[in-house]
């Protein structure tokens, strides 16, 4: 079984900062990539970030220069760490992960259960 758990969500003052963890268990041997996405109620999921394989990352214009993905291959974790956050970031956040089984050796995309983010004005 492989299965993604996030963490790190909460309520904060617009300008504070959050760190969303996720981490891939089970039949894994490695993490291939990530990405962040967040819903807001009544809107789309939207892709926050992402880092590739080699470690390249990119981000949606709403969050450049205030959000960092980052990855932890011993810990097979992926975060985002987000800074100067304001009202609007309020979402549902997912994390999305390839990952290369350690039985079997196939790569596979799985989902995160979501974690809440609110920011206050």
């Known amino acids: 079984q492989v299965q993604l758990v996030e963490s790190g969500g909460g309520l904060v003052q617009a300008g504070g900062s959050l760190r969303l963890a996720c981490a891939a268990s089970?039949?894994?041997?490695?993490?291939?990539?990530g990405h962040w996405y967040r819903q807001a109620p009544g809107k789309e999921r939207e892709l926050v970030a992402v880092i590739t394989s080699g470690g390249s990352t990119n981000y949606a214009d709403s969050v450049k220069g205030r959000f960092t993905i980052s990855r932890d291959d011993a810990k097979n974790t992926v975060y985002l760490q987000m800074d100067s956050l304001k009202p609007e970031d309020t979402a549902v956040y997912y994390c999305?992960?390839?990952?290369?089984?350690?039985?079997?050796?196939?790569?596979?995309?799985?989902w995160g259960q979501g974690t809440q983010v609110t920011v206050s004005s």
């Open positions: 089970g039949n894994i041997f490695s993490v291939s990539a």
């Open positions: 999305n992960a390839h990952v290369k089984l350690r039985v079997g050796g196939g790569d596979f995309s799985y």
